[in-house]
T-cell receptor, first 112, second 116 residues
Framework: AQTVTQSQPEMSVQEAETVTLSCTYD???????LFWYKQPPSRQMILVIR??????QNATENRFSVNFQKAAKSFSLKISDSQLGDAAMYFC?????????FGTGTRLKVLA | GAVVSQHPSRVICKSGTSVKIECRSL??????MFWYRQFPKQSLMLMAT?????????EQGVEKDKFLINHASLTLSTLTVTSAHPEDSSFYIC????????????FGSGTQLSVL
């Protein structure tokens, strides 16, 4: 079975500060991918970052980076220099056997 | 970038009627499309996986006769909510897989269904 767990329903960060969103997952697949998606109030899903499980190097996309700990099945998202536009729901997801499973989400508030 | 068009964006219907939601990949072929349901302030729940030319694969607990999925071409999948009831009111999102395993999904903009 494939599961994704996000233990932080809500997080707050001061503008320009750094915040880390947590995610743990479980999968029996040997080949899988992990994602962080952002869902702003428009509800359009937007890919933030993607990690290939076979790569040890952590993925980075500008202000967004991940801490991928394969043995611990942990995949956290770090947002640096937070901006007001980063406020949204963030979903961690995993893909395996052509199924994409999403975590319960973390609502990020950015304080001015 | 790849675009997935989902229509309608919002629909209000009477209880007992059927509603069809379309999901189109505009600039790529999608062998596989996924349908998700999202309740307010909750996550995306996978309902079914739609494969072109074959029957959809439904997740446990999803009624096949209630949520009819048709994937007649490589660019179009439809979800029909049959005999809709107020408990079917939800936000439905489709996504398309461009066919390269592990690549990101492309999402439609969603359909808010309200059943009166």
């Amino acid at each position: 079975a494939q599961t994704v767990t996000q233990s932080q329903p809500e997080m707050s960060v001061q503008e320009a500060e750094t915040v880390t969103l947590s995610c743990t997952y479980d999968t029996s697949e040997s080949d899988y991918y992990l994602f962080w998606y952002k869902q702003p109030p428009s509800r359009q899903m937007i890919l933030v970052i993607r990690q290939e499980a076979y790569k040890q190097q952590n993925a980075t996309e500008n202000r967004f980076s991940v801490n991928f700990q394969k043995a611990a099945k942990s995949f956290s998202l770090k947002i640096s220099d937070s901006q007001l536009g980063d406020a949204a729901m963030y979903f961690c997801a995993s893909s395996g056997t052509y199924k994409y499973i999403f975590g319960t989400g973390t609502r990020l508030k950015v304080l001015a | 970038g790849a675009v997935v068009s989902q229509h309608p964006s919002r629909v209000i219907c009477k209880s007992g009627t059927s509603v069809k939601i379309e999901c189109r990949s505009l600039d790529f072929q999608a062998t596989t499309m996924f349908w998700y349901r999202q309740f307010p302030k909750q996550s995306l729940m996978l309902m079914a996986t739609s494969n072109e030319g074959s029957k959809a694969t439904y997740e446990q607990g999803v009624e096949k006769d209630k949520f009819l999925i048709n994937h007649a071409s490589l660019t179009l999948s439809t979800l029909t909510v049959t005999s809709a009831h107020p408990e079917d009111s939800s936000f439905y999102i489709c996504s398309a897989d461009p066919g390269q395993y592990g690549e990101k999904l492309f999402f439609g903009s969603g359909t808010q269904l309200s059943v009166l």
